[in-house]
């Protein structure tokens, strides 16, 4: 499916936050999705996932998570200096504005007349995954797809400690997580962790393990596996497609 795309400005807590937007290019309703990237904000690999995942029937939208301290546009190069400038950034926001940036653009979709108000999901890399899986505590989000999402039983994500682990049964839809077994930045005991909270709260889920490391469906690092981020779309969009065909 071809798409178009367009850039959308929404005002949180009086900073502009920069929304790209894919949009599929027929004429029709469809359902939305607000997208997460990583730390290093919309460079090429992520806005070639938001596209991609929009080529499925999607209007995808992705904020720019550090809109309050980066220059409208920014993009952090995903080197050691980038990495440095990224955790800087994500140090420095309230989880309390990450909260509200997800709320703005699940508004944001709400209000789109080619959008399906009824189908509202997420999606979430690295941080990004961590993003999601708080974006769906609220009501609207019926599916929530959290990739290697840092930081969840720790608490880490901005300023203070997050509590998400205390709250996962705020979370009414169905979550499906992707995770590498080679990733030391959820280990194996912060993998049982999150499973296990999600197990108590009767939350419908799947997991999906794959032999990778950290980012590997990022395509431009040298943990990039063609193989497990092909395998991890395939049940990401099945997952996707299934969760909304119930609505």
Known sequence: MQITKRNVELRVDDSLMRVYVASPKPVGTYPGILFYSDIYQLGSPMIRLVNYLAGFGYV??????????????????????????????ARRTAIAEYDADGRAVIDFLKAETTVNPHKIGTIGFCIGGHLSFRAAFHNEIKAA??????????????????????????????????LGTLDPHIP????????KAIEDAHV????????????????????????????????????????????
């Not at 301290?69 to 993009?75: D, F, Q, R, S, T």
């Not at 194996?188 to 499973?195: G, Q, V």
Request: glycine content about 8%; some cysteine; proline content about 4%.
């Open 204 to 247: 419908t889920h799947q997991v999906f393990l794959y032999e990778a490391e950290h980012t590997f469906m990022r395509d431009d690092g040298y943990r990039y596996d063609a193989v497990a981020a092909t395998s991890a779309w395939v049940e990401i969009i099945t997952f996707l497609e299934r969760v909304f065909s119930k609505i």
């Open 60 to 89: 995808v939208a992705s904020p720019e998570i550090f809109h309050r301290l980066e220059p409208i546009g920014a993009v952090i190069e995903p080197d050691d200096l980038g990495r440095m400038r990224g955790n800087d950034d």
């Open 188 to 195: 194996e005991s912060d993998r049982h962790t999150l499973i």
């Open 145 to 178: 797809v959290c990739c290697y999402p840092t930081g969840i039983p720790s608490g880490k994500l901005g300023k203070g400690i997050a509590d998400t682990i205390h709250r996962v049964g705020e979370i009414k839809g169905e979550l499906l997580l992707i």
